[in-house]
């Protein structure tokens, strides 16, 4: 889980950083349009007033006065201030308080607005008149802050829904990834677990990832045919040799019926023959496991009561466990309905029942428990015997794998095989647990065989 | 056993498997009991041969060079033909099995099988016809009534358990017959399989005890490698 949601915050990073740069980019076209808007807005302001300026330079006092009337008023070449100051800078008339600190060069300079008393900075002019004194005009900077205003607007209009919407494309494709990622590895979990027929899902995208789980399935379709072959081989072996130890063992027994035996060959002949016959049992259970694997799944499934399966187990088996002194009792307090295939359900039992009275020692007990666990159909056998050591309790399923005890109890070590076997084909899970004292066999389905009942 | 070569003689078994050494065993383990055995070795010649009704039971092997034996039972049930037919068969998925069963078959044996099983396979489908379907059943001196769940012994009540008595009436429907533990399996309890330990063995041993009236007559006789008989013909 922790490598799809770190995969789906580094897709969501990768929209922020992208959100990011989209603003950036915004934000700077916007910040050229100003600058390039402003000062051209700057620069015809100056121009008017530098035109103004020169013409009015030596514009009598009553002139001026008239203009500065007029000229407030008038839009195109609105003048804001107009000044006159004499030679020694104190104001003869106009609306603005002191000399602005500007050269009277005839040119345009931006006046910060505390120093003329205003709210805004203005564009002034000044130029020195013939009497010593000097005429200022300006002009406050209000229209290029509406430029400015105007743009700032525009670009929150623009600048928003875009970031809003890359974000969400962003945390739509994070989901998305973070969905296929932890479907597919789901998947890769389920097969790992011995769903060897499953599959990586693939969209119709055939993006990067779907070419990966292309690959993988192509790689699993291989496995899966090698593991066949393999199988088919070991079962071919196992075919093979089933002729000859039938003859070999309808010879042996030939000998042992002949007249004329000697007493010292009985010994060994006997041996054989219970030898060959331990050989014929494994091959049989190997037989059975391959038979019971290729068995078409959920295919002759039907509804079975598996509490009435247990039912007849432990009537089948209590002779065996009372002639071993254990108290084989059963827990089927109401019928668990599931869809399953009633003879290798019965088989896979067998295997557990057998087992668990094998191992529990005279005057112990066996409890078989059939009931539903979450919704789920669950079987469990438990034993007061020797128990699984924790090393053990994944490997006393595999084929073959017999436990120290297992090995002193004789036994082929593919009972369990074949209990798990049936338990897979049935979508369900087997596993062992301690019972304080004993084993503790628990067969319940798996989330997804849940699925397929509800269903 | 020298009653038995007497019966099987009369009794002409079709053999069709093109595996050559099983074939042969099996000739030679049929012939030992007394039956004559045809055998073919392809699919067009046993079928013709299963064809003239000269057959009192018919063996047929599904894998027959590439072909599926299932074709002959069909066609003989297509025929009307009733003869009992063991299907054998390396093919032991279980839909396979169910196969093999839809199709007309009366039993099915799943390689690799001990050659006293066919044996005793083809002697209960030779005698499947005197299997009584009576609810009263005697033999000797024992008198086992179904309905009232009683068993008498001389006419000495016995108390019996549901699955010893269940046992007993299998054993009881066949006197004198072969019955393998496998057969017990499938037919009493209905496992399919052979249990690792002898579970069997044991339900034999308490009908035993509950059937021995201490005079030392045992009822259920052990047959070396194949399994049980009710033996009564006294």
Known sequence: ????????????????????????????????????????????????????????????????????????????????????FDSSGARVLGNIPTLPSIPLDGRAHVVDGREIAAPESAIFVGER????????????????????????????????????????????????????????????????????????????????????????????????????QLRSVADNIAHDLRTPLTVVRRKVEVALDAQALPAAAREPLDVALSQLDRAAVTITALLRISAVESGARNKGFRDVNLANVCAEACDFYAPLAEAKSVALTATLETPVWMRGDEDLLREALSNLLDNAIKFTPAGGAVRVDAKFVDGRPCLEVRDTGPGVEVGDREKIFRRFFRSAIGIREGGHGLGLSIAQTVAELHGFTLSVEDNQPGARFIMRASDKARARAVR | MHSDHARNAVAPVLLIEDEHELASEILVELRALGYSVQHMRSLAEGLAAALSHEAAVVIVDRMLEGEDGLAIVEALRNEGNRVPILVISGLSTVDDRIRGLKAGGDDYLIKPFALPELAAR???????????????LKAGPLDLDLVERQLRRDGEPVELLPRELKLLEYFMRRPGQIVTRAMLLEDVWNYKFLPQTNVVDVHIGNLRRKLDAGDGRRFIVNVRAAGFRLDVED
């Open chain 1, 129 to 228: 008149r013939a009497d010593g004194g000097a005429l200022l005009m300006g002009r406050n900077l209000q229209d290029t802050y509406d430029i400015e205003d105007t743009l700032l607007r525009a670009l929150a209009i623009t600048l928003a829904p875009t970031v809003v919407l890359i974000l969400g494309i962003g945390v739509l494709f994070a989901r998305r990834a973070t969905l296929r990622f932890s479907t597919i590895q789901d998947s890769i979990q389920r097969i790992m677990q011995g769903e060897m027929r499953l599959r990586l899902p693939v969209s119709r995208e055939s993006d990067e990832i779907d070419r990966i789980a292309r690959a993988v399935n192509l790689m699993l379709d291989e496995i899966a045919r090698l593991l066949d």
């Open chain 1, 1 to 84: 889980m922790l490598k799809t949601d770190f995969f789906g915050a580094r897709q969501f990073r990768l929209a922020l950083a992208f959100a990011l740069a989209i603003s950036a980019a915004t934000v700077g076209a916007f910040g050229f349009i100003y600058l390039q808007v402003a000062g051209a807005d700057i620069a015809r302001v100056g121009a008017i007033l530098t035109e103004e300026a020169r013409r009015n330079v030596d514009a009598s006092r009553e002139r001026l006065a008239a203009a500065l009337e007029a000229r407030q008023t008038q839009h195109i070449r609105r003048i804001d201030y107009l000044a006159l």
């Open chain 2, 122 to 136: 083809v002697e209960a489908l030779l005698r499947r016809g005197e299997t009584s379907r009576a609810t009263r």
